[in-house]
Every structure is written in structure tokens, then in C-alpha cells.
């Protein structure tokens, strides 16, 4: 009798658990799919939490074997729009080391489940926010890393010419001014390629300028080779400044290259649209050149061209007493 009951209670043990697996797997299907709408609901508003909810229901769906396969395509299907959408957020929120991790994570979703465009949308964003990072810690002073993240974003994307030009601004900073150019010419080369003209037309203005100054700085050191080797630079660059090539005449007179010095004072003359009196400084240095040559008549007509303002007094007396100029 106590073998009966106890065979029975077996029995009526392992009935109990087949029903409960048969209702378990019931509410399963219908937890996938509820976990399956919540994720969709979500995915515009909270996609983190988007993210959350698909996982659930692929792995409740992954439970019920052949009874999931429908859930778990359908949810795969909206993981990488979940992904790309919390990874956005991040960016939104200036979090931008966490947004390239999201971003990653996402391509690698949206390869995994065969979702091209949104893997190649990432795969574009991604060094995009590398130059972005560059840029915070350009403007945090944290040049090292700057530059660091500026590579990585030329790694990913080798014709952002945008990146090239921030280089190109950290190698200034350092000091670095061959270094610089080089950067800056790789901006202007990759932006005529791409046409972008406002990443091109910033490389040569900072470089114009940077090599302008340094021009200066050299000429009030009296280093008239530095001097020479910038204002050629800044001229190469772009600056059609007549100021930029009187230096550059004065540069040569002191250097005693003539010849040079009135061409560029000549070209200084042509570019300054000016009246008589803005244009005697170039003139009266005209005069210096010409004297050096011996050449005295062309010397007394600069030096008469010369007779203005604060070039006055030294013109004249290189005119009637120096030179006796008729």
C-alpha cells in the first residue's frame, strides 16, 4: 500500500510540473512579445531602456525554441535603431568619449544583424566625433590629447581635411612651425579634393598670418634670413598685402640683395591703391636701394616721391645734400 501511495505521489509530483511548463512557456510567448512592444515603444523617447527590453524578449524567444523564432527576428531587427539611438543621446549630452563607445557598439550590432545603413552611418559619425573631442581638449589646453584624437580621426577618415587644420593650429601653439605647414598644406589639399573651401581658405590664412608675425618678430631681432625665409612664406600663402612686401624690400636692402629689394618695393607700390603721402615709406626705401647701386637718378626720383610726413625731413636731405639731386 505505501508503494502504491508513493508511486502515486510520483506521478501526480511529475503532472504537476508538465502543467506548470505548459503554462510557463504560454505566459514565456506572451512575456516575449510584451517585452518585444515595450522595446518598441521605447525606442524613440528612452532607447537605452529600448535596449533593455529587445535583449529581454530575444532571450525569452531563444527559450521557446521555435515558438520565439518570429519575437526574436523582430526584436533583432530594432537593436541596432535602439543602439544608434542611445549613442546619439550621448552626443546630445556632450558625452563624447561614452557617445563613440555607443557608436561602436552600434556598428557591431548593425553588422551582426545585417543592418547597412545604420553601420555605415555610424561608421561616418564616429571620426567625426573623435574632431569633436580634439577640438574640447584643444580648447582645455590639453594639447597632447588633442592631437591624439585628431590622428584617430584621420585614421578612421584620411580625408577630413577639418582635423588636418586643427593640427595644424596644436603645432602653432607648440611652436612647431615646420610641422604646422605641413599639416596646413595637407588641410588645403584635402580640402580642394573634398571642396571644402571654408576648411582651405582658414589653413592659409593661418598660416599667412602665423608666418607674417614671425616675420615681424625676426625683423625686430634684426634675424633678416628668418625674416626673408617667413615673409616668402606668408606672400606663398597668400598675402598680397603691400605692407608684406615692402618688409620684404627692407629685408633685402638689409641684406644688401638690391635688385630684389626694388622689386618687391615696386610690387608694394602696385598693390597700395593709396595716395602719394601713404606710399612715401615705400619711396623713400626705393631711394635707399637705388643709392646703394650707384644708380642716382633713379634714387633722386624716389626720394622726391618720398617728401611726405615723418619720410619728409630724410628725403630732403638725401636729396640736396647727399645725392644734390637736380
Request: proline fraction near 2%; hydrophobic fraction near 35%; aromatic fraction near 10%.
Amino acid at each position: 500500500m505505501k508503494q502504491f501511495f508513493s508511486k502515486m505521489n510520483r506521478i501526480l509530483f511529475l503532472l504537476i510540473l508538465a502543467g506548470i511548463a505548459i503554462n510557463g512557456f504560454s505566459q514565456s510567448k506572451k512575456d516575449a512579445v510584451d517585452a518585444y512592444n515595450q522595446g518598441v515603444s521605447l525606442l524613440k523617447t528612452k532607447p537605452a531602456e529600448a535596449i533593455d527590453a529587445l535583449n529581454k524578449c530575444i532571450k525569452i524567444s531563444e527559450q521557446l525554441g521555435e515558438e520565439g523564432t518570429d519575437t526574436k527576428g523582430n526584436a533583432e531587427q530594432q537593436l541596432p535603431t535602439a543602439f544608434y539611438g542611445a549613442a546619439l543621446n550621448q552626443y546630445k549630452q556632450k558625452k563624447i568619449d561614452a557617445a563613440i563607445k555607443g557608436f561602436e557598439k552600434t556598428r557591431v550590432v548593425a553588422l551582426k544583424y545585417k543592418n547597412e545603413e545604420i553601420a555605415k552611418k555610424s561608421e561616418k559619425i564616429i571620426p567625426q566625433l573623435y574632431y569633436t573631442k580634439g577640438s574640447v581638449q584643444l580648447k582645455n589646453k590639453d594639447y597632447d590629447g588633442a592631437m591624439v584624437a585628431y590622428n584617430k580621426s584621420l585614421e578612421l577618415m584620411p580625408n577630413l581635411a577639418k582635423a588636418e587644420l586643427r593640427k595644424g593650429q596644436v603645432y602653432k601653439i607648440k611652436g612647431d612651425f615646420d610641422q604646422m605647414l605641413m599639416s596646413l598644406d595637407k588641410a588645403i589639399e584635402l580640402g580642394m579634393t573634398i571642396h571644402d573651401r571654408k576648411t582651405v581658405s582658414a589653413a592659409e590664412k593661418l598660416a599667412r598670418n602665423t608666418m607674417y608675425n614671425s616675420a615681424v618678430s625676426s625683423i625686430e631681432k634684426k634675424n633678416w634670413v628668418n625674416a626673408e625665409g617667413y615673409l616668402k612664406k606668408t606672400i606663398e600663402y597668400g598675402n598680397q598685402s603691400p605692407v608684406a612686401y615692402y618688409q620684404l624690400g627692407k629685408v633685402y636692402n638689409n641684406q644688401k640683395k638690391w635688385d630684389a629689394a626694388v622689386k618687391n618695393i615696386l610690387r608694394a607700390v602696385e598693390l597700395d591703391k593709396g595716395e602719394a603721402p601713404a606710399k612715401a615709406k615705400y619711396f623713400f626705401e626705393l631711394g635707399n636701394s637705388y643709392k646703394a647701386q650707384g644708380k642716382n637718378t633713379q634714387a633722386c626720383d624716389a626720394y622726391k616721391k618720398a617728401l611726405y610726413g615723418a619720410y619728409e625731413a630724410n628725403a630732403k636731405y638725401q636729396i640736396e645734400t647727399v645725392l644734390k639731386c637736380k
